[in-house]
Every structure is written in structure tokens, then in C-alpha cells.
């Protein structure tokens, strides 16, 4: 990947995870929506761990 597609990249990734923040916020004022927070909690923590990352040089 090229330094700029992985700028884009990260940009998109950060975008993502801020929505899914907004998200979670919204969903933890709703009792009943635990479960599905809690899930969303852990796809937004693999997505962060995916963007932490090295990325492998592309040959």
C-alpha cells in the first residue's frame, strides 16, 4: 500500500469508529440494548486493534 492510500485508510477507519462511539453512546442510555452494545463495543475494539496494525509493505 502507498503511504497515501494508507493515510486514506486511516481516515476512514478513524471516521468509522467515531460514528460507531456515537453510536455506542446512543445505545447505552437504552437498558434494553446491552447485548447489542456490548457487541458493538467488541467489533469497535477489533477494528481499533486492526488499525493499530503495522501494515505489511506491498512488494
Known sequence: ????TERIQSNVYR???EEI???LASLRRVTQASELSRH???KMEEISQ???QPSTPST
Open 21 to 23: 462511539n456515537a453510536q
Open 50 to 52: 486492526l488499525q493499530r
Open 1 to 4: 500500500m502507498t503511504s497515501q
Open 40 to 42: 458493538s463495543g467488541k
Open 15 to 17: 471516521e468509522r469508529i
